[in-house]
């Protein structure tokens, strides 16, 4: 293509022609590069040409397509436009094709994912877990060191708080074992980590629960794909696209085209690749058994540490 532009530039000045005229030995230059002497020494090819009275022969032709900007058309920031256009289409009709013939690669992929968004949140929280506890322990070593703790009055005791740690039965159990607020901190202090470990047992649990759940849903996925297809619609739709790839990887061969047919082509692929991935949408969903978006929610539903500990 940057060949075909450069046919409208003057070989001598290499801008666009400005009134090109036609020398004897075929080549064409703007006028103003023309000598006013009786003979004329081509400089692209050295031929020596007499110089009519008349001038040379104006390039009507050349100066016609500059003047309707049929060389601006040509331009390779205009092809490359399109011809990543074509490409975002051509990837787009594979990435379906192949999801109808491996529906399988989409939902292994798409579960490990999921259960991997949801062993992180495990790990977080378990993390959580750690730093909180380690934060009950050194307050409540605090505490049990404070020597005005004995001092304070029961509703305003900052032990209180402790007690959501415990049941009702453990705090029972607690009271009637200690005499003073200290004895009581220090019963917090050594069952606290035992709590810790019912905490993350919590969390396992629960992680172990959803593991389950998705291998399930995933088995189920599996067995419906083994009979799910593309509609005859969609698929007819596809080699209609193909077709017009291919007409107009034609049009760009042509030599005069307008900026319209640019934009048509441009419009068009573009149409035909959200066409395309709303048909990839609806089909992964399909193959989800229309749960794609509540199995999604099952990673934000797993539940936060603090959730857990209250």
């Known amino acids: 293509m940057a060949a075909i532009k450069a046919c409208f530039n003057c070989k001598i000045c290499d801008n666009v022609f400005i009134e090109p005229v036609i020398l004897p030995c075929g080549n064409s230059i703007c006028q103003s590069h023309v000598t006013f002497e009786e003979i004329f020494t081509c400089q692209i090819c050295s031929l020596e040409h007499p110089i009519p009275k008349?001038?040379?022969?104006a390039n009507k032709l050349i100066k016609d397509l500059i003047t309707t900007k049929i060389h601006d058309n040509l331009s390779e920031k205009n092809n490359q436009q399109i011809l990543n256009s074509f490409s975002l289409l051509e990837n787009t009709i594979q990435e379906i094709e192949h999801l109808e013939k491996n529906p399988d690669d989409f939902i292994t992929d798409f579960f490990a994912k999921l259960i991997h968004k949801i062993d992180l949140k495990r790990e977080e929280n378990k993390i959580d877990a750690e730093k909180h506890f380690q934060n009950v322990s050194s307050e409540l070593n605090t505490l049990k060191d404070d020597q005005n703790l004995e001092k304070i009055v029961y509703y305003r005791c900052p032990l209180r708080k402790f007690s959501s740690y415990f049941t009702i039965n453990e705090l029972k159990v607690f009271k009637e074992n200690t005499k003073t607020k200290k004895e009581l901190a220090i019963s917090?202090?050594?069952n606290?980590?035992?709590?810790?470990?019912e905490c993350v047992n919590e969390v396992e649990s629960?992680?172990?629960q959803?593991?389950?759940e998705m291998t399930e849903k995933r088995n189920n996925c599996m067995k419906f794909s083994e009979t799910k297809k593309l509609s005859v619609s969609i698929k007819t739709k596809i080699e209609k696209i193909k077709l017009n790839l291919d007409e107009f990887n034609q049009n760009l061969k042509q030599i005069f085209f307008t900026d319209e047919l640019y934009d048509s082509i441009k419009q068009k692929t573009n149409d035909d690749r959200i066409l395309l991935n709303n048909a990839i949408r609806d089909f992964k969903n399909e193959l989800l058994l229309e749960k794609g978006f509540d199995l999604e929610k099952k990673e934000f539903e797993f539940p936060?540490?603090?959730k857990i500990i209250l």
């Open 206 to 208: 629960l992680y172990t």
């Open 210 to 212: 959803l593991l389950d």
């Open 304 to 306: 936060k540490f603090s």
């Open 188 to 190: 917090y202090l050594e």
């Open 192 to 197: 606290i980590d035992r709590k810790k470990e």
């Open 54 to 57: 008349e001038g040379f022969i």
